[in-house]
């Protein structure tokens, strides 16, 4: 049989924090893309305890609109554990995770949906040929130089594991994430290592991405923090046996 040309039902995990000035846009792309390919989804808009209208602007969406649910809580906990919440409500056969400012538009989503017999996990990648316009040299030079690292220490192969364009099969999505343990930046890197021990199949494909204006990422201090996390996820990883998380 084979198999169809979409997802049964799509979820779509959208981390957000401090994003009401990009978040409508964000929206109106990814809800106009949905109703133009005739995709079934829902829409998770996790707000990451923003101090903006983020959370106000995203339960709005989800009463307007059926396919939206909203979650928000108070205290800021970092991309990671938003995501993961995310993922653990998540009720599709796929899940894309997307980043809230639309650095790579949902419209690149078929790039990785016709790859997916080819793998469980397809990540997007910023390195693999396409350009990334508008992005500074320092935030370049940081986001390489991490990428080799862990390249060496977790997942060699693969180009980009940062990237936040990603799908995962349901499966793979909830058993990965539900033994993640990285709250902020190193969450990436952490449940795609674990997947690999896990046996999910991961591959990549090169996606459209641009620098997106307002970004709130701090090169140096997110790149300390995300290499700390690296080492200590590396560390974890290599105590226990092979095929083996917890």
Avoid at 6 to 23: D, F, G, Q, T
Avoid at 63 to 78: E, H, L, M, T
Avoid at 206 to 230: F, N, Y
Wanted: glycine residues 8%; positive net charge.
């Amino acid at each position: 049989m084979t198999q169809p040309d979409r997802p049964k039902h799509l979820s779509v995990i959208i981390p957000a924090y401090n994003e009401s000035s990009r978040l409508p846009d964000t929206l109106e792309d990814v809800m106009g893309w949905l109703d133009q390919v005739g995709q079934p989804a829902e829409v998770l808009l996790v707000d990451d305890g923003s101090t903006d209208q983020t959370a106000a602007q995203s339960l709005a969406w989800a009463k307007q609109d059926p396919r939206v649910r909203a979650v928000s809580y108070k205290k800021n906990a970092g991309k990671g554990r938003a995501v993961r919440i995310g993922v653990a409500a998540a009720k599709g056969d796929w899940l894309l995770l997307m980043d809230a400012d639309n650095a790579t538009p949902i419209s690149e989503f078929a790039l990785l949906w016709e790859r997916r017999r080819q793998a469980d996990i397809i990540i997007g990648s910023r390195y693999l040929g396409r350009r990334q316009p508008g992005r500074s040299w320092l935030r370049q030079l940081v986001s390489r130089f991490g990428n080799g690292l862990v390249r060496l220490l977790l997942l060699p192969g693969l180009s980009d594991t940062q990237c936040g364009f990603k799908l995962f099969s349901a499966e793979s999505a909830k058993r990965a994430f539900s033994q993640a343990q990285v709250d902020r930046w190193g969450f990436d890197f952490e449940v795609l290592a674990i997947a690999r021990r896990l046996n999910y199949r991961i591959i990549e494909v090169p996606v459209a991405w641009q620098d997106a204006a307002g970004s709130h990422l701090r090169a140096g201090r997110a790149a300390w923090s995300t290499l700390k996390e690296l080492v200590a996820v590396w560390w974890r990883l290599r105590q226990m046996p092979l095929g083996k998380v917890l």
